[in-house]
T-cell receptor, first 114, second 110 residues
Framework: DSGVTQTPKHLITATGQRVTLRCSPRSGDLSVYWYQQSLDQGLQFLIQ???????AKGNILERFSAQQFPDLHSELNLSSLELGDSALYFC?????????????FGQGTRLTVV | GQQVMQIPQYQHVQEGEDFTTYCNSSTTLSNIQWYKQRPGGHPVFLIQLVKSGEVKKQKRLTFQFGEAKKNSSLHITATQTTDVGTYFC??????????FGKGTRLSVIA
């Protein structure tokens, strides 16, 4: 158990809908990362937060948004869903952002868009 | 932007054979990390390399960081069925977030 909690574990929704994925980081970790894992596409970095502030942005679509709350949990909002958004979404946390800090991953949320 | 390439994409080995996966970055890295993801699981941190030319060992696993800090390798000696999974390298440059390679999926045939 990494200490990072993601909910829900599975989500099935229709195209055009909006969903929210939730992540609670490890106790004491201030930085949260979101990654998308599609089949054979590795882990695509979406966005990073540190202590409530957006720190870095990756290949995140405009239809996607995220935030980190004062209690440090984070939510990833995906809207106007398309079939291609079906993927495994991982949240990871670390003590501080940047180099020399390992990331602890949650179990992931498997999103299926039908 | 920074890119991390990993080869091979897939590797099938007989149990007892050795296995190596290679990682190359388009830019000089501050450090490189290796993760393992078991089938159906999530990535789990294995190790971090920071120094140029660094070599670290974990039992049957040997990790190397290139002299130019742009490439790395993971070598597993005498693979076992418990080694099955996808191995990812991930690098950072300065304070950039971890950029992951696409991973090498290892299958071990008993």
């Amino acid at each position: 158990d990494s200490g990072v909690t993601q909910t829900p574990k599975h989500l099935i929704t229709a195209t055009g809908q909006r969903v929210t994925l939730r992540c609670s980081p490890r106790s004491g970790d201030l930085s949260v990362y979101w990654y998308q894992q599609s089949l054979d596409q590795g882990l695509q970095f979406l966005i990073q937060y540190y202590n409530g502030e957006e720190r870095a942005k990756g290949n995140i679509l405009e239809r996607f948004s995220a935030q980190q709350f004062p209690d440090l949990h984070s939510e990833l909002n995906l809207s106007s869903l398309e079939l291609g958004d079906s993927a495994l979404y991982f949240c990871a946390s670390s003590v501080v952002p940047g180099a020399n800090t390992e990331a602890f991953f949650g179990q992931g949320t498997r999103l299926t868009v039908v | 932007g920074q890119q991390v390439m990993q080869i091979p994409q897939y590797q099938h080995v007989q149990e007892g054979e050795d296995f190596t996966t290679y990682c190359n970055s388009s830019t000089t890295l501050s450090n490189i990390q290796w993760y393992k993801q078991r089938p159906g699981g999530h990535p789990v941190f294995l190790i971090q390399l920071v120094k140029s030319g660094e070599v670290k060992k974990q039992k049957r696993l040997t990790f190397q960081f290139g002299e130019a800090k742009k490439n790395s390798s993971l070598h597993i000696t005498a693979t076992q069925t418990t080694d099955v999974g996808t191995y990812f390298c991930a690098g950072t440059s300065g304070n950039t977030p971890l950029v992951f390679g696409k991973g090498t999926r290892l299958s071990v045939i008993a």
